[in-house]
């Protein structure tokens, strides 16, 4: 079960990796050698493109791509929001997997499941290139207490797994 955690928590942190790499490199820089990278944009408008785009499978599946900063701004936990289907169900393994309480672990899922269903994430194709927003009024958007004390234990929780990971000494190769 420890390896099954430890192999779930690294494909979790790959697609939050991404996602915030993606997002230091907002000013218009590429991924030296990956394909992958964020372009600025002037004046995005996906908010005025209501019930255009397309949901998201994947979001590292995209390569070139640029979040809404609209989205940026509305939370600072739109690093766990912003997420495809794929990267959806790896946030649910992993809270699956914890070591928490199993009346915690329903409480985070369901917390999550509500959110991702309220904002969904929808990819649009424009002039300056695909944009991820949210399925929503982004300028509207309101999380309750609740839901940041939810995100912000699930953040603390992968922190927490991160050190212990980075603390676990590695086999020897060879």
Same mark, same amino acid.
């Given at each position: ?86 990267? &959806?169900? $790896?946030?649910? #393994?992993? =809270? !699956? ?7 915690? +672990?329903?409480?985070?899922?369901? *917390? ?34 609740? &839901?940041? $004390?939810?995100? #912000?234990? =699930? !953040? ?7 050190? +212990?990971?980075?603390?676990?000494? *590695?086999?020897?190769?060879?």
């Amino acid at each position: 079960m420890e390896r099954k955690r430890i192999i779930i928590l690294g494909i979790l942190l790959f697609f939050l990796y991404c996602i915030a790499f993606m997002a230091l490199r907002f000013e218009g820089q590429v991924a030296q050698g990956t394909g992958v990278g964020i372009q600025a944009v002037q004046e995005p408008e996906p908010q005025s493109q209501a019930g255009t785009g397309t949901s998201v499978e994947s979001i590292s599946d995209l390569g070139m791509f640029t979040i809404d900063p609209a989205f940026i701004q509305a939370t600072p936990h739109w690093i766990i929001i912003v997420a495809g289907k794929k990267e &959806q169900e $790896a946030m649910i #393994r992993y =809270i !699956e997997n914890t070591s928490v309480a199993s009346e915690k +672990k329903a409480e985070w899922e369901s *917390t999550m499941r509500g959110i991702w269903a309220a904002y969904p994430v929808k990819a649009v194709d424009m002039a300056q290139g695909t944009i991820i927003t949210c399925d929503c009024n982004l300028s509207t958007m309101s999380l309750t207490g609740s &839901q940041n $004390a939810t995100m #912000r234990e =699930i !953040e603390t929780e992968i922190a927490l797994d991160m050190e +212990k990971y980075l603390a676990t000494p *590695t086999p020897a190769a060879g």
